[in-house]
C-alpha cells in the first residue's frame, strides 16, 4: 500500500450524487489530490423529488475555488451514459468510478407501494448499472479501472421499513462481487462500501449526539485507498462510519453431509440440524468452486437412516 499521500493526478473521477452528502466530500477531496472530477447530482429530495443545478454546481465552484479540475453533470444516475460522456467530452478518460447516488422511500412493508419500490430500484440498482456499464468499455480498454458501489447496512443486516432500499442494497454486493471476477484481468478493480455517517438522508432518524460522532469526512479515507493506484483489492466489502473501518465476508457453518438418494429426507435433515447451523468450525467460501468436492465427498457417504 501507498505512503501518507495518496494522489490521483492526470485522473478522471466521476462521483454521483456528489451535490451533498459523501458524494460531495469523496468530490472534494479527489479535487484537492490531482484528479479531474466529474460532479453529478440532479439535485432533488432525499425522497427523489424535484431536481436542479444548484447542487452539482456548488461543488463544483467549492473544487475549483481551492484550485481543483471539476465540472458538473445533472443527469439522473439512470442515464449513466450522459455522466459517463461527460468525463469523456471534459477530461478525454475516466479512471475511477464511485456510484454513490441514492435515495430513501421508507414505509413498512405492509404499505408499500409499486412506486416506491420501483424508485429505489431505478436509482440504486438500474442506476449503478447504467453509470458501471457506459464506463466499463474505457476500463477495459486502458486495463485500468476502480469502482465503489454503496451499499448499506440495511441491505446486509436488514431494516425495519426499508425493505426496498435493502434489496436494492444488497443487490449492490452481488453486482461488485461478478464485476470484481469480470473484471480482475483488465486490472479493473471493484469493491462495495457500506457506510454510517450524518447526511440529509440520516438526519431524521438519528439523535444529533450520535450524528455528530458521524462526519462523512471520515469515509472519504476508506474510499480514497480502495480507489487508488496501488490498491489490489477487489470484490470485497466494506463498513465504515464514525471512524471504524472494517471488512465483511460470508460465513458458511461446516455444514452436514448428506448421500443424495431417497433417504436425504426432511425427518434426515431434521435430525442433523444441529450440524446445519453449527458455526464453530466455519468456512469463508469465496466462489461455488467445492461444490463438486462435496458432491463427491456425499455420494461416498452410506445413505442417512430412515
Ligand atoms: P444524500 O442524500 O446526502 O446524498 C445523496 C445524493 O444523491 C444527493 O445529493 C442526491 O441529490 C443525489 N441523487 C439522488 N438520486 C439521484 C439520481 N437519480 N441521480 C443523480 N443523483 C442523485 O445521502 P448520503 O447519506 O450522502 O448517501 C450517499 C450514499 O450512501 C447513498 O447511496 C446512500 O444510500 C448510501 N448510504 C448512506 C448511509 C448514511 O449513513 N448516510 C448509510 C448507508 C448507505
Redesign the pocket.
Known amino acids: 500500500m501507498a505512503p501518507a499521500e495518496l494522489r490521483y493526478d492526470g485522473q478522471t473521477v466521476v462521483v454521483?450524487?456528489?451535490?451533498?452528502?459523501?458524494?460531495?466530500d469523496y468530490a472534494v477531496f479527489f479535487g484537492s489530490r490531482g484528479a479531474n472530477v466529474v460532479v453529478?447530482?440532479?439535485?432533488?429530495?432525499?425522497k427523489?423529488e424535484g431536481g436542479g443545478s444548484a447542487?452539482a454546481d456548488k461543488v463544483v465552484q467549492e473544487i475549483r475555488a481551492a484550485g481543483g479540475k471539476a465540472v458538473p453533470n445533472y443527469?439522473?444516475?439512470?442515464n449513466g451514459e450522459a455522466i459517463i460522456k461527460t468525463a469523456i467530452d471534459n477530461f478525454g478518460r475516466i479512471d475511477v468510478l464511485i456510484?454513490?447516488?441514492?435515495?430513501?422511500r421508507d414505509v413498512s412493508f405492509k404499505n408499500m407501494k409499486q412506486q416506491d419500490w420501483d424508485l429505489i430500484y431505478?436509482?440504486?440498482v438500474k442506476?449503478a448499472y447504467k453509470c458501471a456499464h457506459a464506463a466499463w468499455p474505457y476500463f477495459r480498454k486502458q486495463k485500468y479501472g476502480r469502482l465503489i458501489s454503496?451499499?448499506?447496512?440495511?441491505g446486509l443486516f436488514g431494516s425495519f421499513g426499508q425493505t426496498n432500499?435493502s434489496a436494492a442494497?444488497l443487490a449492490l454486493v452481488g453486482f461488485t462481487e461478478t464485476l470484481a471476477k469480470e473484471g480482475l484481468k483488465y486490472n479493473i478493480h471493484c469493491n462495495v462500501i457500506?457506510?454510517?455517517?450524518?447526511?440529509?438522508?440520516?438526519e431524521t432518524v438519528m439523535p444529533p449526539d450520535v450524528l455528530a460522532k458521524?462526519k462523512?469526512e471520515w469515509i472519504v479515507p476508506l474510499v480514497a485507498v480502495l480507489t487508488h493506484k496501488s490498491c489490489s483489492e477487489t470484490g470485497s466489502i466494506y463498513e465504515a462510519?464514525g471512524g471504524h473501518i472494517a471488512k465483511l465476508r460470508w460465513e458458511r457453518s461446516k455444514g452436514a453431509l448428506f448421500k443424495p438418494d431417497e433417504s436425504l429426507t426432511p425427518g434426515a435433515v431434521a435430525a442433523k440440524w444441529k450440524e446445519i447451523v453449527d458455526f464453530s468450525q466455519p468456512e469463508h467460501p469465496q466462489g461455488p468452486a467445492n461444490a463438486m468436492e462435496l458432491l463427491e465427498s456425499a455420494f461416498k457417504l452410506p445413505s442417512s437412516p430412515k
Request: glycine share 22%; no cysteine; proline share 4%.
Open positions: 454521483t450524487g456528489a451535490g451533498g452528502g459523501l458524494g460531495r453529478n447530482d440532479l439535485g432533488g429530495s432525499f427523489g447542487a443527469d439522473s444516475v439512470e456510484n454513490n447516488a441514492g435515495i430513501l431505478k436509482v440504486h442506476g454503496t451499499a448499506s447496512a440495511a432500499y442494497k457500506a457506510p454510517i455517517a450524518a447526511s440529509r438522508m440520516t458521524l462523512p462510519g
